[in-house]
């Protein structure tokens, strides 16, 4: 069965500082790796698409992608408590669906 | 961005009603849909991949007798939940596959459904 680990958290962190979010993946064959943000009692929100191996830079996020040690990892610099949020790691499979790991949630403190 | 929308965003109904969801892809044609359903503080589970012009495909164990699903056009997906009980009372959102957009899958705002 494919499995997408990451630690529940909460991580906390002070306002502008990087925050690190792990995600590891069970699934040799994946591809394609997302990174979502999902605040409290709304949906996913794409943040992070990430394919190859090595770091990926949009903004204030940064995607990093290690296809050998099954390894995805999404930092957030000056971090702010706007990004205050659960974060979820997913890969995707067979037909193109995800598998949603449970998340983590962060805190940013001002 | 590609935008997708959930109709109703909040539903109540008694137990024994069904209760029909909307999803919409708003700027772009999505052949496949997907519907998923999150408790609270659980993470998303998928419950079924909607293919326009055919049936969908359910993840195991969930009941595609109790939960129809229907993806009539490249806009639209419909899921509808038939005599609903309390225990699926969920949060249940959808996305769509976009495939100008490296097929990446993008979320409805979902709806919540409390079954009384």
């Known amino acids: 069965q494919k499995e997408v680990e990451q630690n529940s958290g909460p991580l906390s962190v002070p306002e502008g500082a990087i925050a690190s979010l792990n995600c590891t993946y069970s699934d040799r064959g994946s591809q394609s790796f997302f990174w979502y943000r999902q605040y409290s009692g709304k949906s996913p929100e794409l943040i992070m698409s990430i394919y190859s191996n090595g770091d990926k830079e949009d903004g204030r996020f940064t995607a990093q992608l290690n296809k050998a040690s099954q390894y995805v990892s999404l930092l957030i610099r000056d971090s702010q408590p706007s990004d205050s949020a659960t974060y979820l790691c997913?890969?995707?499979?067979?037909?193109?669906?995800?598998?949603f790991g449970k998340g983590t949630m962060l805190l940013v403190s001002p | 961005g590609a935008v997708v929308s959930q109709h109703p965003s909040r539903v109540i109904c008694k137990s024994g009603t069904s209760v029909k969801i909307e999803c919409r892809s708003l700027d772009f044609q999505a052949t496949t849909m997907f519907w998923y359903r999150q408790f609270p503080k659980k993470s998303l589970m998928l419950m079924a991949t909607s293919n326009e012009g055919s049936k969908a495909t359910y993840e195991q164990g969930v009941e595609k007798d109790k939960f129809l699903i229907n993806h009539a056009s490249l806009t639209l997906s419909t899921l509808t939940v038939t005599s609903a009980h309390p225990e699926d009372s969920s949060f249940y959102i959808c996305?769509?596959?976009?495939?100008?957009?490296?097929?990446?899958?993008?979320f409805g705002p979902g709806t919540r459904l409390t079954v009384l």
């Open positions: 996305s769509a596959r976009d495939p100008d957009h490296n097929n990446e899958q993008f």
């Open positions: 997913a890969v995707m499979g067979r037909y193109s669906t995800l598998t």
